[in-house]
């Protein structure tokens, strides 16, 4: 069986009846949790558990947004609360090797919490690098402004993933550091010249294009398409993306059922579709969307078909480490920012 070209969340704690056979229907390629799914680490291991036996693929991906900061699905009691990107990026300015080990080893722990629970893909590492004035969205989930310290930063946190046998997913490509509004709740529009978002914004995701899967950012770029956002302009994925970034992996929208997106449900899947997006993500969990997404997306196929199989087959086996050492490095780290 193949699997569709989309990725679904699901609405609680563990499957309804009708969400099982929409799975076992529609064949989402991956599943992707948020708070509303997470109590207990044996509970979230079922529910993985569950969705892999419906879908009928043992290593089908299962996705999570865990940052650090305020982005974290996953936190106490059950797990640790981990550093927000800018903490690495001002250990960075003390030392710039101090930056690159806090944010290695934060990742490697954060990959080990996920693999723990059967989690193989983090949306994570962020390239975007933020402007004064823009909404504060990104903020401190950014490593930094500069494009070449961002890059750096983003690397080594992807290095720590994949020693933990964690896939990264680079976002958002390509750059949503300079939006003047949440794009969770409306479209946020960037007018400034190509010649300056490729210096600065694309500089940044240009030396991670090998990684093997990025996640697009709901903004219009108007010196590059006046009307579409990125998610849903072939222009933008072609010109940029796959072009000047020369992104050749998995990539993903962000989420279709965000309010920066024009439509209804189905006509935005058909445009990030038809936009040159190998895959689409739905995450609030609502089943009548998640048919609508599911009737627009075409069975994995052709490039897209290739793409999702380097992108799993680039997962490497979690390397031996010593998680409570690797925790007391980390927080000899921090404690450096704190007393800088």
């Not at 991906?61 to 106490?76: K, S, T, Y």
């Not at 989930?141 to 990264?168: C, D, M, N, S």
Request: with cysteine; glycine share 8%; charged share 25%.
């Amino acid at each position: 069986m193949t699997s569709r070209a989309f990725i679904t969340g699901v609405s609680a704690l563990e499957l309804s009846a009708a969400e099982r056979e929409f799975i076992r229907g529609e064949l989402p390629w991956g599943l992707i949790l948020f708070k509303r799914n997470v109590e207990t680490p044996d509970q979230v291991s079922a529910l993985v558990d569950e969705f892999r036996n419906c879908v009928g693929e043992a290593d089908a991906p299962i996705l999570i947004d865990q940052e650090g900061g305020r982005v974290a699905r996953l936190g106490p009691p059950h797990w640790p609360v981990y550093p927000p990107g800018a903490t690495f990026g001002a250990l960075y300015d003390l030392k710039s090797e101090l930056g690159l080990q806090a944010a290695r080893l934060s990742s490697r722990l954060i990959a080990a919490d996920l693999i723990d629970l059967g989690v193989t893909v983090d949306c994570l590492p962020l390239a975007d690098v933020p402007v004064a004035g823009a909404d504060a969205v990104i903020g401190n989930r950014a490593y930094g402004t500069e494009p070449g310290k961002v890059a750096a930063i983003a690397r080594a946190v992807t290095e720590g993933l994949e020693q933990g046998g964690v896939l990264p997913v680079l976002k958002h490509i390509p750059g949503h550091g300079r939006a003047t509004a949440d794009s969770h709740f409306r479209l946020p529009t960037v007018d400034t010249a190509r010649e300056e978002l490729e210096r600065t914004d694309f500089a940044a995701f240009q030396p991670l294009a090998n990684l093997p899967m990025a996640m697009t950012a709901h903004v219009v770029f108007s010196a590059l398409d006046p009307v579409q956002p990125a998610t849903t302009s072939a222009t933008i994925i072609r010109q940029v993306i796959r072009g000047v970034i020369g992104f050749q992996g998995l990539l993903m929208s962000d989420d279709v059922s965000m309010n920066a997106l024009a439509g209804s449900i189905a006509e935005r899947t058909r445009a990030i579709v038809n936009a040159g997006c190998d895959m689409v993500l739905h995450c609030n969990g609502k089943l009548d969307e998640m048919r609508d997404v599911a009737c627009e997306t075409p069975e994995l196929a052709g490039e897209a078909l290739a793409r999702a199989k380097r992108a799993l087959g680039s997962r490497r086996q979690p390397e031996p480490f010593d998680r409570q050492a690797v925790r007391a490095e980390l927080e000899a780290l921090m404690d450096r920012v704190g007393t800088a």
